[in-house]
Every structure is written in structure tokens, then in C-alpha cells.
């Protein structure tokens, strides 16, 4: 679905994270459309071979069927974690062993007959101990062999079980099973393991070469159950009926064979879709991989990464990072791949706000060497570690890039440092660019309960004198536009603008109006489940709502997964202290400084309508709104958030 021409210019232009949001969006909406005429049941069964995107569909749908006439019956193997299972909604049930009565009626549905020889059956049923793919596989295995014969609608012993040679495992009985194929059927099955779980029928034709049509080979072997049709359209495509059938043809293969069968299975996928290659990035990365083709793992791997990280799945994108590496030091490459490689992995440690692990990629990265322009570009990004101590606690802070003018950037605790790497990375080649760990996160001390405003103003005041003074361009962001707001009438002497992105504020005449009143109600009950010790719960449902674009929720699993390091203080520190300052609203009239303030149009934690009441209140202040972006704009809009920041800063005019 998501390379489908979509017959629309605007959708054909959005980037391919948005429009995968959208279409994950649109069909969710029209499952839920049809539960609203009927109750609806979706089965989907394997999901331990789900790809990310149609468990993204799956996850979006789950988490919108509470209150609907839905059922979702999953089913998957053990080692497979659903990324739902939270829910108090979700149910789960695990399968035990078949019965001897079951396993009796599998037999005999298995191999279609109205009567089985009782000894065959007891045979089957002891063997496979409850099995029911063991109990699956020999039966059809004693038919193929000869053992069980046809018998005007039964079957009948052909020989004495005595006399029958049963392997002891069910990957024995499948082995055996693939033995007694003829030749081009074996074939076609051993190609079809080395391109994946799922193959289409072209693909195994052009790989295998088959001295007769594949395509009959395929028929051949759907016709004994060992693979079936998965779709016709847009090409015929077939998928192995079981994960052990899939391992133990492939394992049939010599390892030589199978190398060149994996450099084969690269090249036709790079003939067949070099329109639309990207969709294959990491399933060219593998089978070059295992091909031991290894420039072109390396650069599949890393173009895998890069299509990762702009669907911000930052973790994959490490994987992928990370490998590419280890092919480089096992077996060498380029310098410039290398460094391209250890850039890649800092950028991405970063957005983990692993600052430590980024800086030894960025320090790996430059000891390469290369051109100055690439040896600066690293070099900014690099976390330079700082630190200042206020009433006998620490206050970390880093540097990044290089300036005349100095972008002091604040996060509101629960955000981390990974917050500002997207526009960060864009910026610091400019400015210099100054982050700072609040309390309780990151490298800062622990956080005191009831840490107030004025705390975080003094401690960011502190860091702003160690490094020199000289007043800086203060961008606050959520909670920390309010820690700004008070900033600026305390220090006005050590700030030249403010940028107030997502300001929380809460106009009197637009207390009742109903984007306000959600905001409260939600907030409210953040508050409930802090209360009550349900810190997972409040993960889930803050992040949804300050990441709220239908194309970032990898985003919202990469934060919630970011947040769970946190401590109950910060938690309590966060959603339970009760100030006015957490406002902007009492410092309106202090800010007496070139003033722009950023919002969504699409925001669920700070209406808009708040932003312009803000900016029509501070004298001079610009406002700028991004469109169809949420509470995390800087995130999911950097290049666009990047560039505000910059005309603002020169100009003093947000464009």
C-alpha cells in the first residue's frame, strides 16, 4: 500500500513518513467506520511476522477500539511481545497442547479421509505429543511416503508401521518431506527461503533460474501445503506456511550455494524494483550481507539507518548503524564510508540522548579525518560537557558549535537532550548552541520535591555566568517557555531574545473554550495517575498527546521509552507542583525583549489560540504557526523549525 502510485500530486509530495502516517491514519478510520454498521472482527494470525508498518496500522487500531464493537484476535508464536499488551482492554491466552481427542480430529482433517487406521493414528498422536504442526506434518508426511494409501474415501496401512523410519523431530519430518520433492518443486522452495518469509513468484523465477517455469514449481508446492498464495495482485506472491518450514529449507542449502544464492536474490531485487528501491533497503542490507558482498551491505545497511531515522525509529537505525560498522572494521571499506557511518551513529546516539556513546561516535568520526567542512560539521555536534554548582548541587550543561551568538536551549524536565538534536544538528554550525540538564535528568543532581520555577531560573542564571555572561538567545520549550518567561524579568541583562515555542498559558476569556477544557481534563488526569503510582500509564497517554501527527508514533514509542528512566520525583516534580509560573501568563507584561512564540495548529497541550493571545500581549513579540504540526514541532518539523529559528535570530522577523 505504501508504494502505491496515489494519484494525487500533494499526497505524492508529502514526505514518506507523513504519508505512511496518513495511510495509517485513513485505515484505522475506515475500520472503525465499519464497526460503526456492524461489529467487526479482524483475525490476523502470524504476527510474530508482522513488518513494522502493518503493525503500526495494528497498534493505531488497538489503540482506538476501547469503546467500540471491535474484535482483534491475534495470534503469534512465543518470543513475539505485541506492543499493546498494556492495555486494560487486551486479553491474552495462551494455547496449550492438543488433547487426544483434538489431535485425533486433526488427523483426520489433515489428511481429508472419513476413517484413519487406529494404529496410524496412535502413532501420530504419540509422536507428536500434542504438537499440532508435528501432528500436521506426519500425517501428511505418511501419506506422501506411501505408508497411508487411499481406500474408497478412508485410507488403509500400505505397509507396517514397523517398517516406517519416523524422525524425531518436526523439523526431521519437514526435512524428510522436502526430500521426496522432484526436483524443480526442492528447488523453487530452497530460492524462496534464502528471499524470506514472503516471496513473490518473479523473484524466485529470476534468482533460481529455473529450467522450467517457477510458476509451476510454486503450484506444485502450494499444493502439498507447504507454502501458501498470499496475494495475485499486484503480483503473485506466496508466503511458507510455517517459520520451520522457511528454516529448514533453508538450512538444507550448502553454505556456498546459499552465499551466491543471497548475492543473486540482491541483484534481481535491484533490477526488478529500482523504481521504488527503497522499500528493500533492509532486505538488500541482509541478503548482501549473507552474500558477504560487503561494500554493498555497508551501504544498504546505512540507507536502511537513514530511512529508520526518518520514520524515528531511532533504535533500528542503530542496529543498522552499528552493523554497517562491523563490516567495515571485519573487512574494511572507505575512510570517507566509515566516517560517514560514525557521523551517523552520533547523530543517532544523540537522539537517544546517549550523550556519551554519541561523543565517542562523533571523536571516531573525526580521528578519520576528510575535509574541513565534514571535520567542522562533526566537530559542532560534538557534546562538549560542562557543569556549575549552585547551593551544592550539580548543574550540567553542554556546547555544541561555535558563535558570536550564543542559543541557550531549555526542556521542561521530561523532554531530555535528544529533544533539540534534530534542529540542533542544523543550527550548530552557526551559533553556539548551550543545552542544559534540569535537575533530576541526565547529568544534573537529583531533583528536591517541589522544585519550583525560580529553582530552574536560577540554575539556568548560573550556567549562563560560568560561561561568560554575555546574554544569549533563550528558547524555552513547553514548560520550559514558562521557566523563559520568568527568566527574562529576573535576568533581563542576560537575555537578547526569547523564543517561546509551545508556551503554556491559559487566557481568562478562554478558560471555557473547549480546546482549553480538553487540555485541562487531560492534564487532570495525568495528575490522577502520578497520584496513584502509574507512571507507565501516564507515558502512554502524555506522549500521545505532545507527539499527536499521525505519521510520528514511532516517535512516541522512542520518547516513552526515553521518559521511563526518569525517577518518581521528577514525575511528581512535573505534573504535581502547583504554581502560578508555570504559566507565562504572570511575566507578560516583564518581557521587554524581541519576543517570537511557536506553535502548532494541531496542538493538543498548548492551543493555538493561546499563542496568539500571547503574542498579541507581549510588546513586539512575532508569532509564528506551523501548520498541521503538534506540540513537538521541533521534532517533527526541524528543517522548517531550524530555519524560524535563524531568520528570527539574524532579523529579528521569524521569515
Known amino acids: 500500500m505504501l508504494s502505491i502510485d496515489p494519484g494525487d500530486a500533494e499526497a505524492a509530495a508529502m514526505p514518506p513518513h507523513q504519508r505512511r502516517g496518513r495511510i495509517v491514519q485513513a485505515v484505522t478510520a475506515l475500520l472503525l467506520r465499519l464497526s460503526e454498521r456492524s461489529p467487526l472482527a479482524l483475525a490476523v494470525e502470524d504476527l510474530h511476522w508482522i513488518d513494522p508498518q502493518s503493525e503500526e496500522v495494528l497498534r493505531a ?60 493414528v496412535e502413532l501420530i498422536t504419540r509422536r507428536a505429543e500434542g504438537n499440532p504442526l508435528f501432528v500436521e506434518e506426519l500425517s501428511r508426511a505418511l501419506l506422501e511416503d506411501g505408508t497411508l494409501q487411499r481406500d474408497n474415501g478412508g485410507l488403509k496401512l500400505a505397509r507396517p508401521l514397523s517398517a516406517v523410519v519416523i ?252 529533544t533539540y538534536q534534530p534542529f540542533l544538528e542544523e543550527l550548530c554550525g552557526e551559533f553556539r548552541i548551550v543545552t542544559v540538564d534540569p535537575r533530576g535528568t541526565a547529568g544534573s543532581d537529583p531533583i528536591p520535591e517541589d522544585y519550583r520555577v525560580r529553582d530552574h531560573v536560577a540554575d539556568v542564571a548560573a550556567v549562563i555566568r560560568a560561561l561568560g555572561g554575555a546574554p544569549v538567545v533563550f528558547i524555552g520549550i513547553s514548560r520550559a517557555a514558562s521557566i523563559g518567561a520568568s527568566f527574562v524579568a529576573a535576568h533581563p541583562e542576560l537575555v537578547e531574545k526569547l523564543i517561546l515555542v509551545g508556551p503554556p498559558t491559559m487566557p481568562p476569556d478562554l478558560r471555557e473554550d473547549p480546546e482549553f477544557v480538553r487540555r485541562r481534563a487531560h492534564f487532570t488526569r495525568f495528575e490522577e495517575l502520578v497520584k496513584a503510582g502509574q507512571y507507565q500509564d501516564v507515558l502512554r497517554d ?69 499563542a496568539r493571545h500571547l503574542a498579541s500581549s507581549i510588546t513586539g513579540a512575532e508569532l509564528y504557526v506551523f501548520k498541521g504540526r503538534g506540540h513537538s514541532l521541533y521534532a517533527t518539523a526541524p528543517l522548517e523549525f531550524a530555519q524560524v529559528v535563524r531568520s528570527f535570530v539574524r532579523t529579528g522577523r521569524p521569515v
Request: some cysteine; aromatic content about 8%.
Open 167 to 418: 524422525p524425531d523431530t518436526v523439523q526431521g519430518v519437514i526435512m524428510a518431506r522436502i526430500d521426496r520433492l522432484p526436483e524443480a518443486p526442492k528447488a523453487a522452495l530452497q530460492v524462496a527461503s534464502v528471499i524470506g518469509r514472503e516471496f513473490s513468484a518473479q523473484l524466485v523465477e529470476r534468482v533460481a533460474a529455473l529450467p522450467q517455469d517457477a510458476r509451476q514449481a510454486l503450484g506444485e508446492l502450494r499444493a502439498v501445503e507447504l507454502i501458501y498464495q498470499k496475494s495475485a495482485f499486484p503480483e503473485l506472491a506466496y508466503l511458507f506456511k510455517h517459520a520451520l518450514t522457511h528454516d529448514v529449507a533453508y538450512e538444507s542449502l550448502l553454505k556456498q550455494h546459499r552465499r551466491a544464492l543471497h548475492r543473486r536474490a540482491g541483484e534481481v531485487i535491484e533490477d526488478l524494483y529500482a523504481e521504488r528501491l527503497s522499500e528493500f533497503y533492509e532486505a538488500l542490507a541482509g541478503h548482501y550481507l549473507q552474500g558477504e558482498v560487503w561494500p554493498r551491505a555497508v551501504e544498504y545497511c546505512l540507507k536502511a539507518a537513514g530511512k529508520a531515522r526518518a520514520h524515528y525509529a531511532y533504535r533500528q537505525a542503530i542496529r543498522q548503524c552499528e552493523d554497517a560498522l562491523r563490516i567495515l572494521e571485519t573487512h574494511g571499506g572507505p575512510a570517507e564510508t566509515a566516517r560517514a557511518a560514525f557521523e551517523l551513529l552520533g547523530d543517532l546516539e544523540s537522539l537517544e540522548s546517549h550523550i556519551d556513546r554519541a561523543n565517542e561516535a562523533y571523536e571516531r568520526a573525526l580521528a578519520l579525518g576528510g575535509p574541513e567542512a565534514s571535520r567542522h560539521r562533526i566537530a559542532g555536534k560534538r557534546h562538549r560537557p560542562g557543569a556549575v554548582f549552585r547551593d551544592g548541587a550539580r548543574i550540567a550543561y553542554y556546547e555544541h558549535g561555535a558563535g558570536d551568538t550564543t542559543l541557550l536551549l531549555a526542556h521542561p524536565l521530561f523532554y531530555g537532550i535528544g
Open 61 to 120: 487500531l488497538v489503540d482506538g477500539i476501547a469503546a467500540t464493537p471491535v474484535l482483534v484476535l491475534l495470534t503469534h508464536r512465543p518470543g513475539y511481545t505485541p506492543p499493546f499488551q498494556d492495555q486494560t482492554y487486551v486479553s491474552r491466552i495462551t494455547l496449550r497442547g492438543l488433547s487426544a481427542a483434538q489431535a485425533v480430529g486433526l488427523v483426520g482433517s489433515v489428511l481429508r479421509a472419513d476413517s484413519v487406521p487406529a494404529a496410524a
Open 542 to 610: 502524555f506522549w500521545t498527546q505532545v507527539v499527536s501527527e499521525p505519521d510520528c508514533r514511532d516517535l512516541v514509542q522512542e520518547r516513552v521509552a526515553m521518559s521511563g528512566e526518569y525517577s518518581p520525583a521528577v514525575y511528581r516534580t512535573f505534573f504535581l507542583t502547583q504554581e502560578a509560573e508555570r504559566l507565562v501568563d504572570p511575566n507578560i507584561a516583564n518581557i521587554r525583549v524581541p519576543t517570537l512564540v511557536l506553535n502548532g495548529d494541531a496542538d493538543l497541550v498548548t492551543p493555538v489560540a493561546g
